[in-house]
C-alpha cells in the first residue's frame, strides 16, 4: 500500500491562504488505510481550515469529499461540480491522485499529505517501508526480505560493518535487513547463496530510465475499448 | 473580557463521566452552568472530529470525562480517547490557539465532587485564556 | 606485480607493512594534510586519505592525495559509494590514477544520517563490493561499467575494510570472501580492541585460505584516555572494546592513560604480529597522528623497508 | 369499577407505600401475579406526602423499576385500593383472603380526571393527600388507580348535580362496598405507620401554637403542592421565618407517659434534610438549629451528609433535649434548654419550630395483625425474626417496611425486596413470552416523514420548576417550527404525566420526543416505554437531563441556568431530529447465578436461588464458608451466631442447585448481562474453570478494622469488640477477674481518613457490655461514645444497659480519650463533659468498637474485573442509593451485605433475600434485550482497512466474503470505539451516529434568542 501522512498544518494554510473556498478531498483507498486522508482526515483537516480562518478573522468556506479512488479519472470526474465551486483543492490522496485531481480540473491544487513509501502495517497505527518500486524485484534471492528498500545503504551485498545486534547503524530502532536477510536464508537452508555476488543493481527499471509507465496491450488496446462501448 | 462566559462542552461517558455528574446533582455541588455535557456510550466513541465540531462550532473549551484509567467498561476506550485529545491539541497548536482548550478527565462513577472541581477549574482555566477565535468569529457574526 | 602501489611491492617482500591515515581539512588549507603526513612519513607504507568520514564534508581525497603524492608520499585513496554514482566514480578513479594515485580503498561509507548533512541523498549506486569489482574490471578488464573498454586502464591496487567485530559475526568472514571474490588485494580492519575475538576471526580466515588470497592489515588504535575508551565502547557502534582495557585504562593515573594506551596498541602489535594470515598494520591514531612514530617504533616496526 | 380478579393464586401485598409498590413491583417482574391492595384511595403512602426525601433530596420513584414495561407490569400486578384484608385463613402456600373494598362512586375506567367535581364539590371530592388538595403530588399505577379521586358520598348533598357535573359520566352514585375472597399463597404487610401526633405533650407546643409543627408538615409547607405553594412561611402571619428550629426525639426514645421508648431511625436524617433544603432554597441567611440528644447518621454515607450539613450548609447544632417551648406575643416561640455542659437553662427565641417525631403504630394496623393472626412485639410493631426480619410469627406471611420497625426509604426498599423474594418462593413464574410483540401496539412508520417533535417538561418533584422558569424553556423550544407541541407536567407524577403524554403523541401524531426530566441514566428507559405504548419507536427520544444537571448544580445562578437549559433543550431537539427507529437484540439469558463470598450473606443469597431451581455457584475466598459471621458468638438479639451459620453452611454444601468454590477466586469475566462467562480459579491452581451465569450477586463482605488508636496492637489489654466477644464466649474466667471494663467508640470511623460511621459498634458496644454484666454482675463497664446509635428497638438494649449501670461518658473529637500504659496498668483518660473536667478510669480491658472497613484489594480487584463503581472509601456503589439500594449500576449484577456498607447479621440477611428476589426478576424473564445501539458498517464506505478489526476490544469486526467489515450485532456491546477511529467513516453506532452527536453539538450553539 502507499503511504503517506499528513502534511503539517502550517504548510497546508500557507498554500490556501489567498483563496476563500476550498474542497478537501479525501481518497478511500490507500490513505484512508493509513489513517491519512480518509473521510475522518478529510473532517478534522477541514475542521482544522474553520478553526483557522476563525482565529485569521477570516471567511473560509470549506467542502468535504471523498472520493473511492483518486487515481483513476472516473472517479475523479465525480468532482466536477463541487470543483466548480471553489477557488481550490486540497487532496489527501496521494501524490497519484493528487496529480490526477490537478490534470481535471483548472484550479490550483494543493498536497494535503506526504506521500511516504510502499509498506505494510506492521501493527495498529504503524506502518513500515517494505518497497521502492525498483522494478526488478530481488526478493527471490534475498530470502523474502529487500535489501532495496529496507537497507538504509540498499546495499546488494550486506550488512556492512555498521551491523550491530540486527540493527542498523543509523538507528537502533532500524532493523539490519542483511541480518534480516541472513536469518531468513539460515531458517530456509539457503545459506549457500548468500556468497553468490550480487551484481549492481540496474537502476533503469526503478525509475533510473525516466518516469515509468506500464502498458497492458491487451487492456489497453484501443480497439477492445472501442468494442466495448460500441 | 471581565464578563467572559466560556462554552464548555463535556463528553461525558454514560457509566463514569456522566454518573460523575448526576452524582454531583444528586448531592447538589455546583459547578459552573458553563459546562455542557453531552453523553457518549464510551469515550473511545469521542470522535477526534466531535472535538475539533465543538470548537468550530463556538465551545471555547472542550472536555472527556472518561472513567478512571483501567476502569473503562470497554477495556480500553478511555485511553483511545486520551489518544483523541492528545491529537487534537496538538493540531490546535499547530494552529496556534492554546492546546489547554481541550482536555482529557477521568472520574469513578461515585466522584460527583470531583467532577464538580474539575468542572470549576476547566471554567476557570478557560475563562483565563478568554474566548477561543472561533467563539469570537461566532459572536461577531451574531 | 599488479600495480606500481608502494604497499603491494612492500606486501611482495613479505614483510610486515603499516599504513596510517590523514584526515583531511575541513576547509582549503592543504597545509594540514601535508603537517600530518610529515609527522608519519618515514613509519608508514601508505597514507589513507578519507572520503568525507564520518558523512562530514571535507576536502576531496583526491585532491588531498595528489598533494601527498607530490610531496614523493604514497597515498592511499579512500572512496565511498555513499556519494556519487558509478559514473562519478570511475571518473574520478581515472583522474586520480592519472594524477599518480594508484592505491585506493573501496568503502560504502557512514551514512549520511551520522554527519552534518543528514538531508543529502545518499547515493549508494553500487555497494563496496561491486566497487571492488568496478575497480578491478577497470583495471584488468580496461572496461567500464556500461561495457566500453577503456583506452588506458586505471592500475589501481585495491583495498577495503573489513569489520571482524559487526554482526552478524558468522557472515563476517563470509563476506570478506566475498570481497575477494570481487577481486580486492588488501583489506584494513575496524580498530581492533578484542584481540582474542580478532584472532578468532583470523582463525577462520586463514582456515578457509583467505589469507592467501588477500593481505589483512590489522586496524590499531591507540587509546588517549580512559574517557575516549569509554565512549567507544557505549557510543560508537560496532566497536567491540572489552572490559580489561576500560579497566586498564582506569587502573592508572589520568595524566598516564595516554601513555598507558600506548603501552597497550604496542603490546596488541606484537601480540598480533604472530597471528597468521596478519600482513601489517593500519594505524589510526585519530588526531594523534604525532604518535604513529612511536608506535611503529614500538612494534619493532621501524624503519619501513625501501621497495 | 374495580373488580378483583379471582380465578388464581397470587401473593397479596396489604400497604401500597414505597414499601408495598416496591414489593409488588418486584413480583410482577418476576412474572409473579400479585395483588396489592391499599385502603386509601391512592397509593403512595408517606412518601407521597414528603417534600424530598434524603440522601437523595428527591423523589425518583417512578424509576424504581425501569427495567419492567408498564405493559408486562399490567399483566402480572393488579392494584386495588381502598380494600382491606379482613380475614385470612389457611396455611401457608394457600390461604385464603377476604377483602373488603370500600365503594368510591366513580368508575376509574371513565374518569378522566378533569376535576370538575373536585371544582365544583371540593368538600366531597377527595384527591390529594396531606394538607391541601390542589395539586396530585403522588405517584400512582395507571392500570388500577389512573386518576385518584373518589367521592365521601355522605358529603354530596346533591347527587344530581353531581353526576351532572361528570361529563364522562363515571359517578356511580350506588356503588357499594363489595367483598371478596382470593386465593393467596403469601402476603407481605407493608402497611407502615402513623407519624405521632405531638399534640398530646404539653411542653412543646404541637398543635396549639401556630408554627409550632410536626415535620411531615413543615415538608408540606415546603412542598410545592403544599399549602403555600412551596413557599416557606409562617403560619401566623405568612412571613418567612429568619430562625427555625428542630426539636429531635420528640415522643421518642422517652419515658414520659405518651413517650415511646425506641428510636424512630430515620428523625435525625430528615431533621438534616429539612434544614438543608431550607437553607438552600429560602436563603442562607435562615438559621436552622436542631436540638438533639444522638446523631444518627448511620446508613451508607449519611454521616457525610451529617458533616455537609455542618460544614457546607452551616446547620447549627445544640445536644440536649429542651424543656419547654412557650409561645411569644407575636407568635413567635422561646425554647427553654440546658446545654449540657452548662448547668443553667437558656432561653431562646424562634420564629418556628419543627417537631421531630417519630413512627407510631395504628390502631388499624394492630388490628390486621389480630385478623391476620401474627404477633406484634412490645412496642405494637410486628414482631419479626430476629435473624430473619422480614419473616413473621406466622408461616408465608411476610412483613417490611416501617411495620417491622421504624427505618428510612432505602431500608424499607431492601426489607421489601426481600419480603418479595421470600413471599414469591412459593408461587410458580408465569411462562415467558415475546411481551413487546404481544403487548404492544404496532410501531407507527415514520419513515420519509418531517419531524414533528413533542417536547415535554416532566417535573415531577417540582425540582426543576424551582430553579428554573419551565414556561419559558417550553417558549424558547417553542420557536423551533417543527416543535408540534411543547409541554410541562409539573408536579404531576411522572406517571400521569407519561400517560397525558402518550395521548398527546397520537393526538398530535408526533414522531419525535423530547423530555426534560432527570437523568437518561435513570429515566430513559421509562420514557422509551412510553414511546412505545404510544405507538413510537423508541428511541425517537432524546432526554434532557434539566434537573441532574442543571437544576441541582447551578443554584447559585438562576439566569445562567436557564440560559443552560435553553441550550440544552436546543441540544435534545436537534439531536432527536436525527433519530432514526431502531430495532433491538433480544439475547436469551443464563438461567445460573454467579455468587461472590460465602458469608451469611452469600450463602443465604444462594440458597435462595437454588431453592427456586437456579443453578447457583458460590465462590469463596477462604478455604471454608462462612465469612466475619465465623467471628461472631452471638447477636444482641442472642441468637447463636454459629450454630445459625453452621445451619447454613450444612444446607449449602449438601444443596444440589449450589456448587460451592472454596479457596478460590474470580479471575476472568467477559459476556454481557444476562450472559456471562467467569474463570474461576482455586488455590494454587492456574487453570480457571469457567462458568456461565446470568446474573452475579457480589456478597464479598467487609474487614474488620483494625485501626492503629489507643494503643490497640501495643497494649495488652487494649482490644476490639470483636476480641472481646471471643473471650465472652471462650475464657469465662478472665472476665470474672475484670473489675472496670472501657469501650470506645468511634474507633477508627467518623474520622478524617474513614468518615462513615461502621453502624453496627453502638449496639456491639451495648451487647458487650449487657454480656460482661451477665457473667460478672461487679464489673463496671464504661463506654466512651460520640453519638449513641442504637437505633430503632436497639434503643431498649441502650436503656437496659443504662439502667444496669453501664456509664455512658460522651467525648468528642477534642476531647479524645488517650489511653497509656503506666506501672502496669491500663488508663484511660477521658472528658466528662457534665462534670467539665477530665477523668481518668484503669481498665482491666479497653474494648473498641472500629467497625468495618470495605475489603479494599477485593472490591478493587473485583471492581475492575467486572468493571463496577466504587464509594469513595471503597464499598460496592450501588445503582441508586435510595430507590436501588441493591442493584448496581451494571445490569446484572446485585450487591449484598457488608461490601454494600457495614450492618449487622440480620440486616445482611435482608439484602441476601432482596439480591436473591431481584436476581430473580432478571432470571424470570428469559431474554434480555441488549438494546439497539450496536456498529454497524456502511460496505460503500468501507475501506477494509482493518482499523475496526483492531481496534475493537471485543474482537467482534471481521472481514466477510463481501469485502466490507461486518459487526455481528449480537456480540457488538456499543462502544463505538470502532466508528471513531474508523478511518473511512464508514462505521455508524446506532442511536449514537455522528450526525445525531454532530446535531447536539450544532444545537447546542445555535443562537437563537
Not at chain 4, 401526633?197 to 401556630?210: A, Q, T, W
Not at chain 4, 437558656?346 to 419550630?353: G, L
Not at chain 4, 482491666?844 to 463496577?868: P, Q
Amino acid at each position: 500500500m502507499i503511504t503517506a501522512e499528513q502534511k503539517p498544518l502550517q504548510e497546508i494554510l500557507g498554500y490556501i491562504a489567498p483563496y476563500e473556498k476550498i474542497l478537501v478531498v479525501g481518497c478511500n483507498e490507500c490513505v484512508t488505510v493509513c489513517a491519512a486522508g480518509g473521510r475522518k482526515e478529510v473532517g478534522l483537516l477541514s475542521s482544522a481550515i474553520r478553526l483557522n480562518s476563525a482565529k485569521a478573522g477570516k471567511k473560509i468556506e470549506v467542502l468535504e469529499h471523498t472520493l473511492e479512488r483518486q487515481c483513476d479519472p472516473e472517479y475523479v470526474d465525480q468532482l466536477a461540480e463541487l470543483a466548480g465551486q471553489v477557488d481550490a483543492v486540497v487532496s489527501l490522496a496521494c501524490g497519484c491522485g493528487i496529480q490526477t485531481v490537478a490534470s481535471q480540473y483548472p484550479i490550483p491544487v494543493f498536497p494535503g499529505v506526504n506521500t511516504k513509501f510502499m509498506g505494510a502495517s506492521e501493527s495498529q497505527g504503524i506502518w513500515a517501508e517494505r518497497c521502492m518500486g525498483c522494478g526488478d524485484c530481488m526478493l527471490g534471492i534475498t530470502g523474502g526480505i529487500c535489501p532495496i528498500a529496507r537497507c538504509s545503504k540498499s546495499i546488494m551485498n550486506g550488512p556492512c560493518g555498521g551491523s550491530v545486534n540486527g540493527k542498523c547503524e543509523i538507528s537502533p530502532d532500524v532493523d539490519c535487513a542483511w541480518q534480516l536477510i541472513w536469518d531468513r536464508l539460515v531458517e530456509l537452508g539457503l545459506q549457500d547463496r548468500y556468497e553468490e555476488l550480487v551484481a549492481a543493481k540496474d537502476w533503469r527499471p526503478a525509475g533510473g530510465g525516466g518516469p515509468r509507465k506500464i502498458i497492458r496491450e491487451d487492456l489497453a488496446s484501443s480497439k477492445i475499448i472501442t468494442e466495448d462501448n460500441a | 473580557m471581565d464578563n467572559f462566559e466560556p462554552e464548555i462542552v463535556a463528553f461525558c461517558c454514560h457509566y463514569c463521566g456522566y454518573t460523575a455528574a448526576d452524582m454531583a446533582g444528586t448531592r447538589r455541588i455546583s459547578y459552573p452552568s458553563n459546562v455542557k455535557i453531552i453523553r457518549v456510550p464510551c469515550t473511545g466513541k469521542v470522535d477526534a472530529i466531535h472535538l475539533m465540531k465543538a470548537l468550530e462550532k463556538g465551545a471555547d473549551g472542550v472536555y472527556i470525562a472518561a472513567c478512571l484509567e483501567g476502569d473503562c467498561h470497554f477495556k480500553d476506550g478511555n485511553l483511545r480517547a486520551v489518544a483523541h485529545v492528545e491529537k487534537i491539541k496538538k493540531t490546535l497548536e499547530d494552529l496556534g490557539w492554546e492546546p489547554e482548550r481541550v482536555a482529557m478527565m477521568n472520574f469513578s462513577a461515585a466522584m460527583g465532587q470531583q467532577f464538580a472541581q474539575a468542572a470549576e477549574e476547566f471554567t476557570e482555566k478557560i475563562k483565563a485564556l478568554g474566548p477561543s477565535p472561533a467563539s469570537q468569529a461566532t459572536s461577531k457574526a451574531v | 606485480m599488479k600495480t606500481e602501489s608502494r604497499l603491494e611491492k612492500v606486501l611482495a617482500s613479505g614483510q610486515l607493512a603499516v599504513t596510517s591515515e590523514v584526515g583531511p581539512p575541513r576547509g582549503c588549507n592543504i597545509d594540514i594534510v601535508k603537517e600530518k603526513a610529515n609527522m608519519i612519513k618515514d613509519h608508514v607504507d601508505g597514507i589513507n586519505i578519507t572520503d568525507n568520514q564520518t558523512a562530514m564534508v571535507r576536502m576531496s581525497s583526491i585532491a588531498a592525495g595528489v598533494a601527498l603524492k607530490q610531496m614523493g608520499l604514497d597515498p592511499i585513496i579512500q572512496m565511498v559509494s555513499r556519494d556519487r554514482n558509478r559514473l562519478a566514480m570511475q571518473a574520478d578513479i581515472l583522474g586520480a590514477y592519472a594524477l599518480g594515485c594508484n592505491t585506493m580503498l573501496c568503502l560504502s561509507g557512514d551514512h549520511p544520517q551520522f554527519g552534518d548533512h543528514p538531508m543529502a541523498k545518499p547515493v549508494y549506486d553500487i555497494d563496496s563490493i561491486n566497487m571492488i569489482k568496478m575497480v578491478k574490471d577497470m583495471r584488468d578488464e580496461a572496461k567500464f561499467q556500461g561495457g566500453a573498454d577503456i583506452t588506458e586502464p586505471p592500475k589501481m591496487f585495491i583495498g577495503a575494510a573489513a569489520n571482524p567485530f559487526a554482526d552478524p559475526f558468522e557472515l563476517r568472514v563470509m563476506r570478506l570472501a566475498k570481497k575477494v571474490a570481487a577481486g580486492v588485494d588488501f583489506i584494513q580492519t575496524q580498530c581492533i580492541f578484542n584481540t582474542a575475538k580478532f584472532e578468532e576471526w583470523m582463525k577462520q580466515v586463514v582456515d578457509r585460505g583467505l589469507d592467501e588470497k588477500v593481505a589483512i592489515l590489522a586496524g590499531i588504535t591507540p587509546m588517549k584516555s580512559l574517557g575516549m575508551a569509554k565512549y567507544m565502547k557505549s557510543k560508537v557502534p560496532g566497536m567491540d572494546i572489552p572490559d580489561e582495557v576500560i579497566d586498564r585504562l582506569a587502573g592508572v593515573d589520568k595524566d598516564k592513560q595516554a601513555e598507558e594506551g600506548i603501552k597497550m596498541a604496542i603490546e596488541q602489535m606484537q601480540r598480533l604480529k604472530e597471528c597468521k594470515g596478519v600482513k601489517g598494520f593500519h594505524i589510526m591514531a585519530i588526531e594523534w597522528e604525532e604518535k604513529v612514530p612511536e608506535l611503529v617504533e614500538g612494534a619493532g616496526l621501524s624503519p619501513r623497508p625501501k621497495v | 369499577m374495580q373488580k378483583i380478579k379471582q380465578d388464581e393464586k397470587r401473593v397479596l401485598v396489604i400497604g401500597g407505600g414505597v414499601g408495598g409498590i416496591k414489593a409488588a413491583l418486584d413480583l410482577s417482574e418476576s412474572r409473579k401475579k400479585v395483588l396489592l391492595i391499599d385502603s386509601d384511595y391512592a397509593i403512595g403512602g408517606l412518601m407521597t406526602q414528603l417534600d424530598r426525601t434524603f440522601p437523595t433530596n428527591n423523589c425518583d420513584l417512578c424509576t424504581v423499576s425501569p427495567h419492567l414495561s408498564a405493559a408486562s407490569r399490567e399483566k402480572f400486578l393488579e392494584v386495588s385500593t381502598m380494600t382491606e384484608l379482613t380475614s385470612l385463613s389457611g396455611e401457608a402456600g394457600n390461604f385464603t383472603a377476604t377483602l373488603k373494598t370500600a365503594p368510591r362512586f366513580i368508575d376509574i375506567d371513565k374518569c378522566t380526571a378533569c376535576g370538575e367535581c373536585l371544582k365544583k364539590f371540593p368538600e366531597a371530592v377527595r384527591f390529594n393527600p396531606g394538607l391541601d388538595p390542589r395539586a396530585p403530588t403522588c405517584m400512582r399505577y395507571p392500570q388500577a388507580t389512573p386518576y385518584a379521586y373518589s367521592i365521601d358520598m355522605e358529603k354530596v348533598d346533591d347527587v344530581e348535580a353531581l353526576k351532572a357535573v361528570c361529563k364522562a359520566g363515571a359517578i356511580i352514585p350506588d356503588d357499594t362496598e363489595q367483598e371478596t375472597q382470593i386465593n393467596v399463597a403469601s402476603v407481605v404487610l407493608s402497611v407502615g405507620a402513623e407519624m405521632f401526633d405531638p399534640s398530646v405533650l404539653d411542653n412543646y407546643g404541637g398543635g396549639k401554637f401556630d408554627n409550632v409543627l410536626p415535620g411531615l408538615e413543615y415538608e408540606r409547607i415546603m412542598s410545592a403542592s403544599g399549602p403555600f405553594q412551596g413557599n416557606l412561611v409562617r403560619k401566623s402571619d405568612q412571613q418567612r421565618p429568619k430562625k427555625v428550629a428542630w426539636i429531635q426525639c420528640v415522643g421518642s426514645r422517652g419515658i414520659n407517659v405518651d413517650d415511646v421508648p425506641y428510636c424512630s431511625s430515620v428523625c435525625c436524617m430528615y431533621a438534616l434534610k429539612e434544614a438543608i433544603v431550607t437553607k438552600e432554597r429560602f436563603g442562607d441567611d435562615i438559621e436552622t438549629t436542631i436540638f438533639y440528644m444522638d446523631m444518627r447518621t448511620s446508613g451508607k454515607d449519611y454521616e457525610q451528609y451529617f458533616n455537609r450539613a455542618k460544614e457546607d450548609f452551616g446547620i447549627r447544632l445544640i445536644r440536649c433535649k429542651p424543656h419547654t417551648v412557650i409561645e411569644l406575643p407575636d407568635k413567635s416561640l422561646e425554647i427553654t434548654y440546658a446545654r449540657e455542659e452548662l448547668s443553667a437553662m437558656e432561653k431562646e427565641e424562634f420564629d418556628m419550630v419543627v417537631l421531630s417525631t417519630g413512627f407510631r403504630p395504628s390502631q388499624k394496623t394492630i388490628d390486621l395483625a389480630g385478623a391476620i393472626g401474627i404477633d406484634l412485639n412490645e412496642h405494637n410493631f410486628a414482631k419479626s425474626g430476629t435473624i430473619d426480619p422480614v419473616t413473621t410469627s406466622k408461616d408465608g406471611v411476610y412483613v417490611c417496611g416501617v411495620f417491622e420497625s421504624p427505618k428510612d426509604i432505602p431500608e424499607t426498599m431492601v426489607q421489601a425486596s426481600a419480603a418479595a423474594s421470600l413471599a414469591g418462593m412459593t408461587l410458580d413464574s408465569e411462562e415467558w413470552v415475546n411481551e413487546p410483540v404481544s403487548l404492544y401496539p404496532p410501531q407507527r412508520d415514520v419513515d420519509g416523514e418531517a419531524p414533528k417533535i413533542g417536547f415535554f417538561v416532566v417535573d415531577c418533584d417540582g425540582e426543576i420548576d424551582q430553579a428554573l422558569d419551565i414556561d419559558k424553556i417550553l417558549e424558547n423550544a417553542k420557536t423551533n417550527p417543527d416543535v408540534a407541541v411543547a409541554e410541562a407536567f409539573k408536579l404531576s407524577c411522572s406517571f400521569e404525566a407519561m400517560e397525558k403524554i402518550e395521548g398527546l403523541i397520537k393526538e398530535h401524531n408526533l414522531n419525535r420526543v423530547v423530555i426534560g426530566s432527570g437523568s437518561p441514566r435513570i429515566q430513559e428507559s421509562m420514557f422509551q416505554d412510553m414511546l412505545r405504548r404510544a405507538g413510537l419507536n423508541p428511541y425517537l427520544l432524546e432526554l434532557v437531563n434539566l434537573r441532574d444537571q442543571n437544576a441541582w448544580v447551578h443554584n447559585d445562578a438562576p439566569a445562567k441556568s436557564l440560559e443552560k437549559a435553553f441550550r440544552l433543550v436546543q441540544m435534545g431537539i436537534s439531536g432527536v431530529r436525527k433519530a432514526k427507529p431502531l430495532t433491538e437484540n433480544m439475547l436469551p439469558t443464563s438461567q445460573n447465578a454467579l455468587v461472590v463470598g460465602g458469608g451469611v450473606t452469600g450463602m443465604t443469597s444462594a440458597l435462595e436461588l437454588a431453592d427456586q431451581g437456579t443453578l447457583t455457584y458460590l465462590v469463596e475466598k477462604a478455604p471454608v464458608l462462612g465469612g466475619q459471621a465465623l467471628n461472631l458468638s452471638q447477636t444482641i438479639e442472642g441468637d447463636d451466631v454459629a450454630a445459625f451459620v453452621k445451619g447454613l453452611v450444612d444446607k449449602v454444601s449438601a444443596h444440589e442447585n449450589i456448587k460451592v468454590f472454596t479457596d478460590a477466586v474470580v479471575a476472568e469475566h467477559t459476556g454481557v448481562p444476562g450472559k456471562f462467562t467467569t474463570g474461576i480459579k482455586t488455590g494454587a491452581d492456574s487453570a480457571c474453570e469457567q462458568i456461565d451465569h446470568g446474573v452475579t450477586i457480589l456478597a464479598t463482605g467487609a474487614k474488620p478494622n483494625r485501626p492503629a488508636v489507643y494503643g490497640l496492637g501495643e497494649l495488652d489489654n487494649v482490644m476490639t469488640q470483636l476480641d472481646l466477644d471471643a473471650v465472652l464466649e471462650n475464657d469465662e474466667s478472665k472476665i470474672k477477674a475484670m473489675e472496670q471494663v472501657v469501650m470506645i467508640q468511634c474507633a477508627g470511623s467518623r474520622e478524617a481518613d474513614n468518615p462513615n460511621c461502621s453502624r453496627i459498634c453502638c449496639q456491639a458496644a451495648v451487647k458487650n457490655a449487657l454480656r460482661l454484666l451477665e457473667v460478672n454482675p461487679d464489673i463496671e463497664v464504661f463506654v466512651l461514645y460520640r453519638d449513641m446509635r442504637t437505633y430503632g428497638f436497639w434503643e431498649d438494649y441502650y436503656k437496659t444497659a443504662r439502667d444496669k449501670g453501664v456509664k455512658f461518658i460522651r467525648f468528642d473529637l477534642e476531647h479524645r480519650p488517650v489511653v497509656r500504659e503506666e506501672a502496669g496498668k491500663t488508663i484511660v483518660r477521658a472528658h466528662d463533659f457534665i462534670l467539665g473536667q477530665d477523668i481518668e478510669i484503669e481498665a482491666d480491658c479497653v474494648a473498641l468498637s472500629t467497625g468495618f472497613v470495605a475489603d479494599a484489594d477485593t472490591n478493587n480487584e473485583l471492581c475492575s474485573l467486572f468493571h463496577l463503581p466504587k464509594t469513595e472509601d471503597g464499598f460496592f456503589l450501588e445503582d441508586h442509593v435510595k430507590l436501588k439500594p441493591v442493584d448496581m449500576a451494571l445490569h446484572g449484577f446485585f450487591l449484598a451485605g457488608t461490601a454494600h456498607s457495614p450492618k449487622v447479621i440480620r440486616e445482611s440477611i435482608t439484602q441476601a433475600h432482596a439480591v436473591a428476589g431481584r436476581a430473580r426478576t432478571m432470571l424470570a424473564n428469559k431474554e434480555i434485550t441488549l438494546g439497539a445501539a450496536y456498529a454497524t458498517v456502511d460496505p460503500v464506505m468501507c475501506a477494509v482497512c482493518l482499523i475496526c478489526v483492531r481496534a475493537c476490544p471485543y474482537d467482534v469486526p471481521f472481514i466477510n466474503n463481501e469485502r466490507h467489515s461486518e459487526i455481528d450485532p449480537a456480540k457488538c456491546r456499543g462502544c463505538g470505539i470502532c466508528a471513531a477511529e474508523c478511518p473511512a467513516k464508514a462505521i455508524q453506532l446506532r442511536a449514537w451516529e455522528d450526525d445525531q452527536i454532530i446535531a447536539k453539538i450544532d444545537g447546542l450553539f445555535e443562537r437563537y434568542n
